[in-house]
Every structure is written in C-alpha cells, then in structure tokens.
C-alpha cells in the first residue's frame, strides 16, 4: 500500500450512528474532533432522496465545535464538475459521505472533478467519513449486492469499483443487524488479498495510517483469508453453496485497534 | 470424548428441512436411509402445540420408506415415566425431535424414562435426529437464549444443559437466516473447549463416529476457538460488546465433513 493511498484519516460507519442532540454521539464527536472547528461537507449524493439528511446533521453537530456544515449533491453526472459544486470543497476540513446506494456515488461523481477534490482533501491530511454506503464505498473494489440472511451461494455477490481511498479491504455495514456474515466471507472467498470488514450498526473503524481502531456500540469484524486452504469459489456451480476452510475472524468491540499492514489485532488497553 | 457418548447416528438439522412431498427431501432422505425400513418417533416434545407436526411429517416421510411412524409427545413431565409413553420407543430404528423450544424438551423429558430409552437406542447404535430446537437440544450445554442479528453482548447469552449425546460442542440453528454468527461466537467465548456448529435451514449435520458431514442446500459453519488470542469475556462489564481475536471459522457446504477429533474440516471429493 502506497502512502499516497491513506493520507488523511478515513471513518468508516455502518450506518445507524447516534445523531440524537441529546444523545453521547460517539461517533460524530470523533468526526468533529478531526475537523479541528473546520469546514465539514455533507455529500448526500448517495441518496436519491436527499431531503432531510442536512437538517438532521446539522442538528446533531450543532454543539459538536464543527465548521460550516455545507451540503453537496448532484442531481445528475453532468453536475460533477460544476464550478459552484466544486467551489463547495473549497477550505473543508472534512467530507462526509452519508449513507443510501454507493452505486449512486460512484457513477455520479466516480472520476470527476468532485472525486478529484476530496481526494485531493484526504492526500493533504483532511478526514473523510462515510456511514452505510458512504463506508462502503471507500474501497478500491465494494460490495454492492449479495443476500444478507443467507448463506452464500457462489453466483450471488456482485462487486463494483469504489472510490479506493482505502485498498485491499473490502467493506460491509449493517453488519449484525442484517446477518451479512455469509456475503462478507464470499467476498472475501473471491480473493484473500482482501480483507473484509463488516461494521455494526452505531459502530465504526477509525482508519488513520495502517490501521484502525473501533467506537462506537457494536463491534467490527475482520475476515481475514490469509490461512483458508479450501474453497470451491471457481470450481462449483453458481448455485452451490460457497465452501471455505480456515478463515481468520476477529471480532473487535471498542478500543481494539487493527494493524492493517500485519493483519494483526491489538486489544484494547485495560 | 468416549466411545459410549456416540455410538449410533445423530443427524442436526438447522430447522426449515425440505418436507415437500413432492421435493428432493434429501435431508428426511438421509434420515429414511439410516433407519433401513425401521420404526421412526416422532417426539413433539419441543412444541406447546404438537397439532400438525405428525401429519406434516407423515406425509413427507410417505414414500421413504421408513417402518411405522409413531407420535410421542407429553403434556408435562409427570407423563414422561408412563408405560404406554415408554413403550413407544420400543424397537423403534430411530427418534426424531421436531423444532419449538428446546428448554421444554429438557425440562419435561431430562433425567426421565423417556430420556433414558433414547439413550439406550442410540446406545445400541439407533438413529437420533433433531430439527432447529431438537438440534439445539443435542449438547451437553446447549444455547437457549440470545439476540440473534446483533453483536454479541456479554452478559447478553443464556445457555442450559442439554439431552448430552453430543460433547464439547454447541449447536445453533437458523444459522444464516437469523444472522446468528455473533451469538455463537459468543457462547464458543465462554469456553474455547466447546465447538460453535451452527447450522443453516435445509441443511443437516450427520454425525457418526467422530467426525460429521454436510448434506442439504445451506451451509454448517464451525467456531473454533482453539488459536483465540484475546477474549474480553471475564473482564468487562456486561453491556460491553464482546471482543474476541483469532477465532478460526469453517463454512462447509454439502459433501464437506468435519473431523471434531482432529478440529479439521475435510473438503468434499470433486
């Protein structure tokens, strides 16, 4: 992993973090720690449907010592290079990718000027958040689709370039709560170079040179293929159920941190 | 674990077995074919309302070949010492639990006359098979309790002591459908003796000797806690999600088999 590839800091959410006024929000008090007071931009360009979101964010970070809160949405492609949209990056400190379809961020705004700006923002040190599909997207290759609640079936996933601020990981959400394990493994089964993260609801993986620690309520869990010695990936039927052997999990709760670049676990202090 | 503890067959199935008169039925199949033309029990014991269990079955079991098919179920536990309870288990090939709760199966039937006829059958080599809680109720500790489709809390898992003609292992069913990878690792936690074996609908565990295959359209995953390098159990406070490192996981799909002597899975012949 080059360096260039993980400048700034990167979280990842899995969606459902506290934003109640009243609540201890966790987790946007980590965002607004790495804003310093700074700008944060709210990219709601996941969503089809972006109402609501803005108001509900700038609610919860009303008291969180942040910046401007400035939304960014593009209704289409062709807006992904207006100058008034560009203009909005402009100065932040951070942008935060809120959750609805990766797909819609990535053919929006995936190698345009948007996503050259908040590359440029991370590679000088600037914080990039993401929840739900917002975390997602931040691999070099995402999930998009594949049954949670079932076992998975070798035809089944289907993955999709993403934004690769972060590489050779492949990253899930929602993860307890819709049962994601079988298609985190599968896709882990495609191949082990990747490592899988699946982050819980109200949870997240706080990415900052080459490796992670967790916050939040639930916990995040490392798939790791390094040692499987079996797997029927190419050999089955797209129908057959997905067999692999000796797959490395940890299931890491807060304060245990991830060193990405030895794959290793290190719990939390006492 | 001694030779006295698995002398006959067990089959685990994870609930939602293919029952379809007209379907493949290759788990009922499977049961049909240990049983060589024998009578097969059907004890309803699990449910707190057996209507329906035994034509279901009857009629699944139709063309399968299997001798007489015959109810036996108790309306409290001061009917599982009955003679004409007792003599329903006589020369039956087989016994077969059907799904509901497997804490009445323990708490009407544990320690009794009906209990000790199982014992004696599979004993002399007869068939047990379980479905969804008649899986669950295999173990000597078995899972009752637990929030399936979120991660793992402490002090969140209640386990009890089960029918025991399998060891050092813990059984969980409606694997994937309930998303229920968390709680399994959350009891495999509590002592890394025992073995999580969680297992899909449709899908079964056949257990001989001393090792299992997998037969059916899901998978049976297996929690080893052998390598686990850090647990947070013992030191945390019970709202505190779980944190465990290093825990190997197996996904076996149909034809794999898993030898719980040697803890290593066995990939299905191509």
Redesign the interface.
């Known amino acids: 992993m080059s360096d260039r590839s993980r400048r700034g800091c990167l979280i990842l959410i899995g969606g459902g973090e506290d934003r109640d006024p009243k609540g201890d929000r966790v987790i946007l008090r980590e965002v607004a720690r790495h804003l310093r007071g700074g700008k944060l931009v709210l990219a709601t360009v996941a969503s089809h449907q972006p109402e609501g979101y803005f108001d509900d964010y700038d609610e919860a970070f009303a008291d969180l010592d942040v910046g401007p809160l400035v939304e960014l949405y593009v209704n289409d492609r062709a807006e992904a290079g207006d100058r008034d949209k560009l203009r909005v990056l402009d100065e932040a400190a951070g942008v935060f990718f809120s959750g609805g379809d990766q797909l819609r961020i990535t053919s929006q705004i995936g190698d345009s000027g948007i996503e050259a700006k908040v590359r440029a923002l991370f590679d000088r040190g600037g914080l990039v958040a993401g929840t739900s599909a917002g975390a997602s997207v931040m691999s070099d290759t995402m999930l998009v689709r594949g049954s949670?609640?079932?076992?998975?079936r070798i035809g089944d996933l289907h993955m999709s370039p993403g934004l690769g601020l972060i590489r050779n990981v492949i990253i899930d959400q929602h993860?307890?709560?819709?049962?994601?394990?079988?298609r985190l493994?599968g896709a882990v089964a495609h191949n082990p170079r990747i490592l899988g993260i699946g982050i819980?609801e109200d949870t997240a993986a706080v990415v900052e040179d080459d490796s992670f620690k967790v916050i939040g309520?639930?916990?995040v869990y490392v798939v790791d293929g390094t040692?499987v010695?079996?797997c029927?990936l190419a050999?089955?039927e797209p129908d057959?159920?997905?067999?692999?052997?000796?797959?490395?999990?940890?299931?890491?709760?807060?304060g245990?941190r991830y060193d990405l670049k030895a794959r290793r676990?290190i719990?939390?202090p006492?």
Do not use: K
């Open positions: 949670s609640s079932v076992t998975h993860f307890a709560e819709r049962g994601r394990f079988g493994i819980d309520s639930g916990a040692r010695s079996h029927n050999e089955a057959r159920v997905l067999s692999m052997h000796d797959v490395t999990v940890h299931v890491l709760g807060t245990d676990p719990p939390a006492r």
